[in-house]
């Protein structure tokens, strides 16, 4: 066993790139013992689903304000929760990007500010790799470094903004294998449950109601077979709105209009369990073949989607299969939440990363992982 020789971390973590403001306090216990485990003290989570229901979606300068409210008390609460003073804290981390440039700059803003007050470095974190780490959170894994014999890895990140397979050649190192060429998976059940007239966020909702019905209609599942490692959800999308059209016929145009909502509760279900079951089905032959392609020693899920017990079910069977080992989040750690951000702060510094003075970091919508 490795003895490591860096110092204990104590880092507040704060996330905003979306819908949830979060923060939470995370600890590494770098030098106690052989085997330093990563530690989460406290984490808060204000969801602001209440506020976006009644609009379908997320409004970004509606976002931003509840940031804005919210932010102050959820470090507080943090920090109470934590059993902490501020000044026990060593670093500040925060979610740079990617996200909704109002929404990320109240958390980077306000991380910055706090930074300045009390004199502590910062850690910027791209959101992405938050999910790309969370995973290996509460996991005896979370040794220093992850043992090479999980390498390479391929990890598959879905979530509300993004669908990417990634090749992690070690804990430090990945690259991005593909990406989607249009709509996101998560934003694939967002508007599949929309156009079902199912309350947002569409993507529990559609689970929830796929688990009552059966797969019984052929739903397309692009690019399945195309070579790259990209995705597209968009034509299942439309795919989709065509059968509830379809299914409309003979209805007055009033009806028709409403038709979604018409839908009785048992076709809805089964579109849902179709859809999902298209979705899956795409998702677990591309990450298959990356494996495949790459030897890869397991398979990790997130993001978002990663909640879906459908997909984790079916990539831990796969797994099972190959006989690869298979990681996946908590389901707290699976929707936006700051304690990825604080485990992915850990993961870089413990990696070698220097921390940067507030002055240095600045929100970006677009960043890239
Ligand atoms: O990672 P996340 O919380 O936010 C982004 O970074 O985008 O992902 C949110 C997405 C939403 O599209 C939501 O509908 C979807 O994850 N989602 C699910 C489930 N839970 C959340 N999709 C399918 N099944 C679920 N159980
Ligand atoms: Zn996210």
């Given at each position: 066993m490795t003895m490591i020789d860096k110092k204990p971390i104590t880092i507040l973590a704060i996330e905003s790139s979306c819908d949830e403001t979060a923060a939470a306090i995370l600890s590494w216990d770098g030098e106690k013992t052989g085997l330093p485990k990563t530690k989460t003290l406290s984490s808060v989570i204000r969801s602001q689903i209440k506020l976006h229901s009644k609009m379908g979606g997320v409004v970004p300068e509606v976002a931003a304000r509840a940031h804005v409210k919210n932010i102050l008390p959820v470090v507080q609460k943090t920090i109470n929760d934590s059993r902490?003073?501020?000044?026990?804290?060593?670093y500040i981390a925060v979610t740079a990007g990617p996200g909704l440039i109002p929404s990320l700059i109240v958390g980077v803003e306000f991380a910055k500010a706090l930074a300045l007050a009390t004199g502590k470095k910062m850690v910027p974190i791209n959101h992405l790799e938050g999910h790309l780490y969370s995973p290996f959170g509460q996991l005896p894994t979370t040794h220093h470094p992850l043992p090479t014999s999980l390498f390479p890895m391929i990890s598959l990140i879905v979530s509300g903004g993004h669908t990417i397979l990634t090749l992690m050649e070690s804990e430090k190192k990945y690259r991005v294998l593909g990406q989607t060429v249009d709509d996101a998976a998560g934003e694939a059940f967002d508007k599949v449950a929309k156009l079902l007239g199912l309350p947002y966020p569409g993507g529990p909702e559609v689970s929830r109601l796929a688990e009552k019905g059966r797969p019984s209609i052929d739903f397309p599942r692009p690019m399945i077979n195309s070579k790259d490692f990209n995705f597209s959800f968009a034509g299942l999308k439309t795919a989709v709105l065509y059968y509830i059209r379809a299914k409309g016929q003979g209805l007055s145009a009033k009806e028709k209009q409403l038709s979604p909502i018409r839908l009785a509760l048992s076709a809805k279900a089964d579109i849902c369990s179709s859809f999902q079951q298209a979705a899956v089905d795409v998702l677990v032959a591309k990450t298959t073949r990356a494996t495949k392609k790459f030897k890869a020693k397991a398979i990790s899920l997130s993001g978002g989607v990663s909640a879906n017990a459908s997909l984790r079910s079916a990539l831990r069977k796969k797994c099972a299969d190959l006989g690869l080992r298979f990681f996946a989040p908590s389901l707290k750690l699976s929707t936006d939440n700051a304690e990825m951000i604080g485990l992915a702060a850990i993961f870089k510094l413990r990696g070698g990363y220097k921390p940067v003075k507030f002055n240095k970091v600045k929100a970006d919508p677009n960043l890239q992982l």
């Open positions: 902490l003073t501020i000044n026990d804290i060593n």
